[in-house]
């Protein structure tokens, strides 16, 4: 809902210019009110979008009534009515916001397990001189850091911390091989050297609580999740300005639009990408199921038309993201925001759907993986992998290319790209010893949550949407649904196929037809138009051989997948995007 800046001037010698500068950079995070204190060495910024509460009185920073406490937030807390009845016996609010309850939570020094929300901030006791920061369990919320020995710089974007002038601009060239093939940089990284992300509440897989032993039951479990997300997306909606739902028709963002009807939410608004006919070929088949998503669960349907002009103004896209990350689905999000922006600050997503309840395909496959594994040890694994491949199918091929004697490679391979993915794993992602009590899939599913949730599909989020003042709210990742998938034992997660507790909610609310409709990824026909010579021009423009990216892959491996894209022998769509983005932002950034 808002940015945050923060600035800490150890040798008390700046000026409020600074952290003017800071939030400046971010106006777009929250251009309703922008607003900055400092107290002594300590410079506090905030840009507000107004959700919650809207009158002046709720504008950050926020104070204690004695002015000894001093809060900036970015977020929502989603239980905040619950934890104010508690608080209520000790402190008088004068605001109905969410912030002001953090504040004497805080104060209170309470637990921030009972924090149920997405969010960000920085707390300060001015008396004590103490500093406190964090970020929500999966890192929903960005804060980027900067310190040396004479600044601490905080914010929810790296350009707020480059924006202060205190920090020399390098551009980490380390983090171009895992951009290359993972989509993004490494975990707790960026493409700044010496900006990193305020690590999540939940970056280490080995403090979870092992899985207690429980008879699991389909219908028990169904009506329990049942309840669960109801509440939470009745949780979610609550706001002083519409809520609307970015909706592509498939299994999650439906089964969201079908949770708002029970709720008797008023007629939502409901975004959706479409592409032209020429097009849509190319893509997924999101409008004919959004449409109908929208009529039957009563939503007011907003198509947003995209078509390859889009790539007109990708220089100028390029030009608002500090971090590039290799996804597509970043340019959409951006262009859907934009259109929502127009009527709306706060929009639902079914991000975090698949990466909590097993829904990608490399889920399955995993799964299967270590069924063959239990049942015929590890030499199947050699046997498979003599099969000549003009007998293997290409989805078999990609398949044999991929599995490893060691379980654990085997699953890293199933998240990277086709850019020789077995060459790089990051010595923290392998753990030798004991897998979370012993559970290889548990494992899988931290993996993917660690670092495809929390480094591609949440910033991505965040940042696009954000960009035109526009808050993404994610009912999947909300701790009630958090703790339920916890307590479930992982293969009950996948026994009956990827998703398979989403779907049969879906069925159970007359949604039969879009939950058992394939998985498609939320796409555009990039891969069609780059073969058109006006972009095919472009991109050849920026991807020359002097170009930075370049010093870390070899040209002549991009241009033999530039060579057999463009001649249609074979598809590397998601790879040239990535490596497009990333020379693009090399290109400006240097």
Known sequence: ???????????????????????????????????????????????????????????????????????????????????????????????????????????????????????????????????????????????????????????????????????TKKINYSQIIPYIHQRFVDKNQSFFENIIPIPIATTSIHNHNPIQKKNFSDKNELQQLDVILGQVVHNQCFADVPVGLFLSGGIDSTLLLAYLQENNYPKPTAFTIIHEKKDIQFVSKDTYFAEKAAKK????????????????????????????????????????????????????????????????????????????????????????????????????????EKI??????????????????????????????VIIQNNELKWALEYEKNHFLSEDVLKINDLAAMLHSVEVRVPFLDNQVIDFVDNLATKFLLKNGKKWLLKQLLINKGGKEFANRSKEGFGMAFGEWIRQKKYSDLIINTLHKKNTIFDELPYPIFNTIWQLHQNRKADFTNEIFGIWFLAEWLHQNT
């Open 1 to 167: 809902m808002c940015g945050i800046n923060f600035f800490l001037d150890k040798n008390k010698l700046q000026n409020d210019s600074i952290i003017q500068a800071m939030n400046n950079a971010i106006l777009h995070r929250g251009n309703e009110n922008t607003a900055f204190f400092q107290k002594d060495n300590f410079y506090f910024g905030h840009n507000r979008l107004k959700i919650l509460d809207t009158s002046t009185e709720a504008n950050q920073p926020f104070f204690s009534e004695d002015k000894r406490y001093v809060l900036i937030f970015n977020g929502e807390i989603y239980n905040h009515q619950l934890l104010k009845k508690e608080l209520s016996k000790k402190y008088v609010f004068k605001t109905h916001t969410d912030t002001e309850v953090l504040l004497y939570f805080l104060i209170e020094n309470k637990n921030e397990s009972e924090l149920n929300g997405i969010y960000a901030y920085i707390f300060v006791d001015l008396k004590e001189k103490n500093i406190k920061y964090s970020r929500d369990k999966l890192g929903i919320k960005p804060l980027y850091i900067f310190e040396n020995n004479d600044y601490l710089l905080l914010s929810s974007e790296i350009k707020g911390i480059i924006a202060s002038g205190l920090v």
């Open 404 to 433: 490893d004697e060691n379980t654990q490679k085997t699953f890293i391979n199933f998240t990277q790209t086709h850019w020789n993915y077995n060459k790089h794993h990051n010595k923290n992602d392998l753990i030798d010893d």
């Open 297 to 400: 669960f009563g939503a007011n349907w907003e198509p947003v038309l995209i078509n390859a002009t889009i790539l007109d103004n990708f220089q100028e896209f390029v030009a608002k993201i500090d971090n590039p990350i290799a996804d597509a689905a970043f340019l959409l999000i951006y262009h859907l925001a934009e259109k929502a922006s127009k009527t709306h600050k706060v929009v639902l997503t079914g991000a975090g759907a698949d990466e909590m309840f097993g829904g990608y395909y490399r889920h399955q496959a995993f799964y299967r993986y270590l069924q063959l594994k239990k049942i015929f040890g590890k030499y199947w694994i050699r046997l498979f992998k003599n099969i000549p491949t003009q007998f293997l199918s290409r989805k078999w091929k990609k398949l044999v």
